[in-house]
């Protein structure tokens, strides 16, 4: 059974760095068959897909063309998880984060994991 | 970038049958999810690849297409089914999920 356990701070200082961590377990972030993904949801924006990591051979990273400026998503082999960081926080990017697996079978793919949130509030 | 246009809100009766719509440009081409939501939990799938169904998920939940629009039919609904239901797409212009507006499913 998968599970992705989510940590990090839940209040962050406008123009600050907001930093989440998504610790894997009955799964590898290796793996060549997932995507590890973070996503965020609030009442004006919705569901908002975020930014993903994944290992074909070598890591690559792919991220929304709103944060793109500000988002970095890292895997951390040795601890078996993976990390958002979005910079330059403002009030607009408060919401709660979620990361989740996107397994890929057979040509197909789904979200079929997600974490338990974290909900982030971006104030001084 | 791509749009899934979603009821926001559907009312039913227990026992009766609820259906929920995503509409979008050429859904036809495109794998469907469905994932529910209850108050204060994260999003659970019920339906991926249009119409199966994950282990776990009872048969009352399908999924079907038909041109622009794809439903996800609640049969036989419970007071436990009361939620919020995503339609999900891959949108492969930008490479990234899409996710459309939620339909908030009420149980009368």
């Known amino acids: 059974q998968v599970q992705l356990q989510q940590s990090g701070p839940g209040l962050v200082k406008p123009s600050q760095t907001l930093s989440l961590t998504c610790a894997i377990s009955?799964?590898?972030?290796?793996?060549?068959?997932?995507?590890w993904n973070w996503i965020r949801q609030s009442p004006s924006r919705g569901l908002e897909w975020l930014g993903r990591t994944c290992y074909r051979s070598k890591w690559y990273n792919h991220y929304a063309e709103s944060v793109k400026s500000r988002i970095t998503v890292n895997p951390d082999t040795s601890k078996n998880q993976f990390s958002l960081q979005l910079n330059s926080v403002t009030p607009e990017d408060t919401a709660v984060y979620y990361c989740a697996r996107w397994r890929t079978l057979g040509g197909s793919g789904r979200f079929d994991y997600w974490g338990q949130g974290t909900l982030v509030t971006v104030s001084s | 970038s791509y749009v899934l246009t979603q009821p926001p809100s559907v009312s039913v009766a227990p026992g009766q049958t609820a259906r929920i719509t995503c509409g979008g440009n050429n859904i036809g081409s495109k794998s469907v999810h469905w994932h529910q939501q209850k108050p204060g939990q994260a999003p659970v799938l019920v339906v991926y690849d249009d119409s199966d169904r994950p282990s776990g998920i009872p048969e009352r939940f399908s999924g079907s297409k038909s041109g622009n629009t794809a439903t996800l039919t609640i049969s036989r609904v419970e007071a436990g089914d009361e939620a919020d239901y995503y339609c999900?797409?891959?949108?492969?212009?930008?490479?990234?999920?899409?996710f459309g507006g939620g339909t908030k499913l009420t149980v009368l």
């Open positions: 009955g799964d590898s972030v290796s793996s060549n068959s997932t995507t």
């Open positions: 999900q797409v891959w949108d492969s212009s930008s490479d990234h999920p899409v």
